[in-house]
């Protein structure tokens, strides 16, 4: 069992390698064959049941934040956040989303109707917790879709979090819901088809289905 989180850990590599970093499909054998040859090599040098001792913060979680802030920017289009959003971008880019959280909520207090701020925080909340989708975090996302219910933003991400929530099939329908509302121009449309065809058959291969 002391292997469990490491497996976790690679899976959840993979969900946003393939959904958020958008990895064409023709390399997902290439990756997962990466991930695997790590594995194989952790099983047989790896000690994961000596204690562990303190270290510095991963660099793949600022690598992570600056990939949520630039797909929630595009996204929103040309106009630029607010002040605080900007500033909150720059801790979640170095993967600080405990202080992005703090500026944003506190952004929020005096303009409860910013709704990239709400998206911008419940991304935050999310990666603060290592990928759990929260209360809080659910909170944030149904009022940025209550702010603006024209954005995908919300649905986007917050399928995004069910999925490294292991919550793949709650996550398909959420998206299957955007796709049938959504106007046959949206900008957008073509993009969220393309993850939820890559989402069956993650769906499919795992036999949640």
Do not use: C, H
């Amino acid at each position: 069992m002391t292997f469990l989180p490491i497996i976790l850990l690679a899976a959840v590599a993979f969900v946003v390698a393939v959904f958020v970093l958008r990895l064409p499909r023709t390399g997902w054998a290439l990756f997962g064959a990466a991930l695997l040859f790590g594995l194989a090599g952790y099983a047989l040098q790896g000690s994961p049941g000596q204690a562990g001792a303190p270290k510095a913060a991963i660099p793949e979680a600022a690598d992570a934040g600056v990939a949520l802030v630039e797909a929630r920017r595009e996204l929103f289009g040309p106009a630029p956040p607010s002040r605080f959003v900007t500033v909150a971008d720059g801790f979640a880019r170095r993967g600080q989303f405990a202080d992005a959280a703090g500026i944003l909520r506190a952004s929020l207090e005096k303009n409860p109707g910013d709704a990239e701020a709400w998206l911008a925080l419940a991304n935050a909340l999310v990666e603060n917790a290592e990928g759990q989708l929260t209360p809080a975090a659910v909170f944030a996302f149904g009022k940025a879709e209550q702010v603006d219910p024209e954005s995908p933003g919300p649905g986007f991400f917050l399928g995004v979090a069910l999925i490294n929530s292991g919550r793949p099939v709650e996550a398909r329908q959420l998206w299957a819901d955007m796709l049938a509302r959504a106007p046959a121009d949206a900008p957008w449309r073509a993009g969220l088809k393309e993850r939820l065809d890559r989402l069956d058959v993650l769906i499919a291969q795992m036999g949640t289905r």
